[in-house]
């Protein structure tokens, strides 16, 4: 049981940080032709051309891909209650896949923050990884600086994006209480 837990777990949480890169990408309109951005790209395209006859963005917004994110994260949850690992009622599993999808964007803003600053330290700009951290990121970190310049040479938007996600995941805490942080 524990084994199953965790699989299904594991491959329902990576896919549906991949599906939500894909929204972020496109949010950010980041290069597409970037080797890390076309496995984004080919790893979310079969289940989202199918959804895309359906449902038309919004605002720029690819309402397919969110459908999507909230479809994986409410199946995940789904197959954890039909092993009966996720104690509570059906008509809870949906709300619980719409938090999950926020807590694991997130989380995912939380280690593309942490990998763009380590690959600062020891990349000398020329990573294609690095560009596309650097598109993600920038939206978030330019308002940032301009309000808080670099100081002797130290960027220290980094760190108040950090306290800033910090403060929103605590205050997700109080408001649903102990499932958040079983999430």
Do not use: C, H
Not at 61 to 73: E, K, S
Not at 117 to 135: H, P
Request: charged share 10%; aromatic share 14%.
């Amino acid at each position: 049981m524990n084994t199953a837990y965790y699989l299904i777990n594991t491959v329902f949480d990576l896919y549906l940080m991949v599906v939500l890169l894909r929204i972020w990408l496109q949010l950010v309109r980041a290069d597409f032709y970037n080797p890390f951005s076309q496995f984004v790209v080919k790893a979310t395209n079969p289940p989202l051309k199918p959804l895309r006859r359906l449902i038309p963005g919004f605002f720029g917004i690819d309402m397919a891909a969110v459908v999507l994110a909230l479809i994986v994260a409410t199946v995940k949850f789904t197959l954890l209650k039909a092993m009966n690992v996720f104690i509570a009622d059906w008509s809870v599993v949906l709300l619980v896949g719409v938090i999950t999808v926020l807590k694991k964007a997130g989380v995912m803003l939380f280690w593309i923050l942490i990998i763009r600053a380590l690959l600062s330290w020891v990349s000398q700009g020329r990573s294609q990884i690095e560009y596309v951290m650097y598109q993600l990121t920038e939206p978030l970190l330019a308002p940032l600086r301009r309000i808080i310049p670099p100081m002797g040479g130290l960027d220290l938007s980094i760190l108040v994006a950090f306290i800033g996600l910090q403060a929103l995941n605590w205050l997700m805490g109080d408001l649903f209480g102990s499932l958040w942080w079983q999430l």
